[in-house]
């Protein structure tokens, strides 16, 4: 990538966009790259997704996970460009209303706006049995409703206090998990391995269990992969409280999905070697390989320990994931393009967004009661997903149309130059692969005997997001709200 420099302070870029500095800005790079580490959560990102790639395609499943890492670089090398030009909170809709227009950026903010607030029901939901597990107590499925409700309730009230709390204590928590999951992850490679890297290329006759092999099974856990690799947007999120955020956000960006996707690359592999008996994974009698693995090789002892680490990634998870949310719906309610955009806009004394923080947290808690049909948040999961996918493809769309039809020239800090149309046209066809991949409805993605609703849970959800969408823009044509901004100046060097 190449750089340029831009002649005005942040303050002065933000007011030349055409808004005016409500939220602190305060981040250094660190704690930007922070808030997209802890919501994309090694440990989080690789427990959602490690029992079900092993149960498709055995010891193999760790190799879809390089596929998702190399196909999310591509948003990401999209994605630096356009927060180098445009470093606005609510990214998605900022730029594609840049790009292309009012209606098709108000779509694309509507649907990750409703991505990322379901996907803070599914971490709330699957942190609870954690919660319960570190005192020892057995939960019920309203229990695991409750405790998530109030673990939210928590985390919205650190979001409240403002972006310095929240740093701290994200900072904090990805200090635990980071320091923890390496730790973890080489200790059961070097000195607790019980098999051999050819398990690495065994499937383990799940074709047998499933009913799934070759490529269909390889595409399965593809789309099931790609959970982990997600969340790294919220660096976007806080691009207006972020020091040279033209400059500092692409770089977050790019550290913290790597650092993210190196941990969960080590884990998975070091999980699925030291790992007892993975074929009880494929059969379905062992739930939950990764800790499975690490009480085999470390001993009883640390069950607890282990414990409090996964509590301590999903805290940070969440906190992280709420505060993107919030800044999103801001960043749409300021324009007036939300519904109820007077309250949802506004901003507390401490300078964070409680209007957003609030609206992303009651929608949030809304979709919890799911979970007294424990086998329904598995629909959310995937929905989540596919809802996160869509937007990528959509922005890369978008990007790349502009580039073709000449309306867009990379002006940002950094430019990927001539490189910018193949890297997007390989960003287009990545997410729109992975987002068909994960829409595609799989019987295997859910548990035996699932109603047939979950097992289209994904085209299902977004299709009614979507719907819903549409509706509001017919009748209350919000896009009609949207004026095109200045552009600041910008020198070359």
């Not at 805290?315 to 324009?335: E, I, V, W």
């Amino acid at each position: 990538m190449t750089e340029r420099t831009v002649p005005s302070s942040d303050a002065e870029r933000l007011a030349a966009l055409g808004y005016r500095q409500e939220l602190r800005r305060s981040l250094g790079v660190l704690g930007n790259i922070s808030m997209g580490f802890a919501v994309v959560s090694p440990v989080v990102g690789l427990y959602a997704v490690a029992q079900v790639g092993m149960n498709i395609r055995g010891g193999a499943w760790v190799w879809a996970l390089p596929v998702c890492l190399l196909g999310q670089l591509l948003v990401v090398a999209v994605y630096s460009e356009l927060a180098s030009q445009w470093p606005l909170a609510g990214g998605a809709y900022q730029w594609a209303r840049r790009l292309v227009g009012p209606g098709f950026a108000w779509m694309s903010g509507w649907l990750w706006q409703f991505a990322v607030m379901f996907a803070n029901t599914t971490v709330a939901y699957l942190a609870a049995p954690w919660l319960f597990a570190l005192v020892g107590a057995t939960p019920s499925p309203a229990g695991l409703v409750l405790v998530a409700a109030v673990f939210m309730l928590c985390c919205t009230l650190v979001n409240a206090y403002g972006i310095n709390l929240l740093r701290w204590f994200v900072s904090a928590g990805i200090a635990a998990e980071l320091i923890a999951s390496v730790l973890v992850g080489l200790a059961l490679l070097l000195f607790f391995r019980q098999h051999g890297f050819a398990l690495l290329t065994d499937s383990l006759d799940t074709s047998a269990v499933t009913g799934t092999g070759g490529l269909g099974s390889l595409l399965a856990v593809i789309a099931v992969g790609g959970w982990a690799f997600i969340g790294f947007d919220a660096c976007v999120s806080t691009a207006e409280e972020t020091k040279d955020a033209a400059r500092q956000v692409p770089r977050a960006m790019r550290w913290a999905l790597l650092s993210v996707g190196l941990v969960v690359i080590l884990n998975a592999v070091s999980v699925v070697l030291a790992h007892p008996d993975p074929a009880a994974v494929v059969s379905g009698a062992d739930l939950d390989p990764i800790t499975t693995a690490v009480v085999t090789g470390f001993g009883d002892w640390s069950a607890k320990p282990f414990v409090l680490v996964v509590v301590v990634s999903f805290t940070a998870c969440l906190m992280a994931s709420q505060g993107g949310a919030a800044r999103g719906l801001y960043s749409l309610a300021r324009d007036g393009v939300f519904p109820l955009s007077r309250q949802v806009r506004r901003v507390n004394r401490r300078q964070a967004p409680i209007g957003g923080l609030v609206a992303a947290t009651l929608v949030s808690a809304a979709a919890l009661p799911l979970g007294l049909e424990s086998t329904a948040i598995g629909s959310l999961i995937t929905f989540g997903s596919a809802a996160t996918f869509l937007p990528f493809f959509l922005l890369s769309v978008a990007a790349l149309t502009a580039r073709l039809r000449g309306t867009w020239h990379p002006a940002g800090v950094l430019s990927l130059g001539r490189w910018g149309t193949p890297v997007n046209l390989l960003a287009v066809l990545w997410t729109g692969s992975e987002t068909v991949n994960i829409c595609w409805p799989r019987a295997v993605l859910v548990p035996p005997g699932a109603p047939w609703y979950q097992v289209w849970a994904a085209l299902l959800g977004v299709g009614l997001v979507t719907l819903t969408g549409f509706g509001y823009l017919l009748l209350r044509r919000p896009q009609r709200l949207m004026t095109s901004q200045p552009e600041p100046a910008l020198a070359t060097t």
